[in-house]
């Protein structure tokens, strides 16, 4: 499985419509939804291909100002979040391939017939071209695990061995699924860490990424009186463990908690910093009008001098359970 920064073909992207949870019998609440994944599009669209799927694709496409780059899609969707329904790319014998493992709402929590054959009907339109395809009788979220494109997987084993996904299997069951889908030689199990108002049962893309092969960006709580604080400390001390393969310590670079952001109702939004994207020429971040914006945005330039740093106002997604990294997928090229 390659790693996010490697070379990507496209980034997936599912558009919010009127028969998703976005609109809540609302336009206004609709059209207030689509913004944020526009911004996102763009911010991708000046670098690599986009490719949106949507309900009403002169609709939407009338809603940009440029159209370079991107493709839009029509195919039926429940829901926004593709991270966790779209291909996963690996190479196999120097050829790419895509795999369709099962996705089943986040353990049954969300109907989600219409997100899991998203992936065949996409390649029988023609859009992969002719890459392989494989089906995978697997429960398996693209945000539940991360990369570093030489066979290391980090992820939870609060999502990956929870019953709700393959009836709850074992670390070493688990691992030998990853190691014959996913090439992988050893996996990093986080065992701590959540974010209120998550419904994936602590995706890694919520907690800690890979930002190089020596490098692990985390979500790090400072406030002892945050309901993360003990998790998160766990977490964190869990990291200081882990060695790369030659034996050293990753480099640990820490991402500010953001301030608790709530929904009409009081309940605790997962506003997360580690929900960023890698792309061909950009790092694509969420903020959350936090007095951390402007913070984060200057340890991703040192992080990664190479690529623009784009910032999306995310809000609005989080209001839905999902941030920047779960509205998008990338394929390598």
Same mark, same amino acid.
């Given at each position: 499985?390659?790693?996010?920064?490697?070379?990507?073909?496209?980034?997936?992207?599912?558009?919010?419509?009127?028969?998703?949870?976005?609109?809540?019998?609302?336009?206004?609440?609709?059209?207030?939804?689509?913004?944020?994944?526009?911004?996102?599009?763009?911010?991708?669209?000046?670098?690599?291909?986009?490719?949106?799927?949507?309900?009403?694709?002169?609709?939407? #496409?009338?809603?940009?100002?440029?159209?370079?780059?991107?493709?839009?899609?029509?195919?039926?969707?429940?829901?926004?979040?593709?991270?966790?329904?779209?291909?996963?790319?690996?190479?196999e014998d120097s050829e790419k391939k895509l795999l369709d493992f099962r996705f089943n709402g986040w353990g049954g929590k969300f109907e989600a017939a219409l997100d899991n054959a998203v992936n065949s009907a996409l390649h029988k339109?023609?859009?992969?071209?002719?890459?392989?395809?494989? #089906?995978?009788?697997?429960?398996?979220?693209?945000?539940?695990?991360?990369?570093?494109?030489?066979?290391?997987?980090?992820?939870?084993?609060?999502?990956?061995?929870?019953?709700?996904?393959?009836?709850?299997?074992?670390?070493?069951?688990?691992?030998?699924?990853?190691?014959?889908?996913?090439?992988?030689?050893?996996?990093?199990?986080?065992?701590?860490?959540?974010?209120?108002?998550?419904?994936?049962?602590?995706?890694?893309?919520?907690?800690?990424?890979?930002?190089?092969?020596?490098?692990?960006?985390?979500?790090?709580?400072?406030?002892?009186?945050?309901?993360?604080?003990?998790?998160?400390s766990k977490m964190e001390a869990q990291l200081k463990t882990f060695t790369q393969t030659n034996g050293e310590p990753y480099r640990l670079v820490a991402l500010p908690m953001c301030e608790a952001k709530f929904d009409k109702e009081?309940?605790?939004?997962?506003?997360?910093? #580690?929900?960023?994207?890698?792309?061909?020429?950009?790092?694509?971040?969420?903020?959350?009008?936090?007095?951390?914006?402007?913070?984060?945005?200057?340890?991703?330039?040192?992080?990664?001098?190479?690529?623009?740093?784009?910032?999306?106002?995310?809000?609005?997604?989080?209001?839905?359970?999902?941030?920047?990294?779960?509205?998008?997928?990338?394929?390598?090229?």
């Amino acid at each position: 499985m390659p790693a996010e920064w490697e070379k990507q073909q496209c980034v997936l992207m599912s558009f919010p419509h009127e028969e998703t949870d976005w609109a809540k019998g609302d336009e206004a609440d609709l059209k207030a939804a689509l913004s944020p994944f526009i911004r996102i599009a763009q911010a991708i669209a000046y670098g690599e291909a986009v490719y949106i799927i949507c309900k009403d694709k002169e609709k939407i #496409a009338s809603m940009f100002c440029s159209t370079r780059n991107l493709t839009f899609i029509e195919l039926p969707t429940n829901d926004t979040w593709i991270r966790d329904y779209g291909y996963i790319s690996i190479i196999e014998d120097s050829e790419k391939k895509l795999l369709d493992f099962r996705f089943n709402g986040w353990g049954g929590k969300f109907e989600a017939a219409l997100d899991n054959a998203v992936n065949s009907a996409l390649h029988k339109k023609g859009y992969m071209g002719t890459t392989a395809l494989e #089906a995978v009788n697997f429960v398996l979220e693209g945000g539940s695990v991360e990369s570093d494109g030489e066979g290391t997987i980090l992820s939870t084993s609060t999502c990956l061995c929870n019953p709700n996904r393959n009836g709850g299997l074992r670390k070493s069951e688990v691992e030998r699924i990853l190691q014959t889908q996913l090439g992988a030689t050893r996996v990093l199990w986080l065992d701590h860490g959540y974010l209120a108002g998550d419904d994936t049962d602590s995706h890694i893309d919520t907690l800690a990424r890979f930002v190089n092969k020596e490098t692990i960006a985390y979500v790090q709580c400072l406030d002892r009186e945050d309901e993360h604080y003990e998790a998160l400390s766990k977490m964190e001390a869990q990291l200081k463990t882990f060695t790369q393969t030659n034996g050293e310590p990753y480099r640990l670079v820490a991402l500010p908690m953001c301030e608790a952001k709530f929904d009409k109702e009081g309940n605790r939004l997962p506003a997360t910093y #580690a929900n960023f994207l890698i792309s061909n020429d950009a790092l694509v971040y969420p903020t959350y009008n936090d007095v951390n914006d402007a913070k984060v945005g200057e340890i991703f330039k040192a992080l990664f001098p190479g690529r623009e740093i784009i910032p999306v106002n995310c809000l609005k997604l989080i209001e839905e359970g999902g941030s920047l990294h779960c509205s998008t997928m990338q394929i390598a090229r």
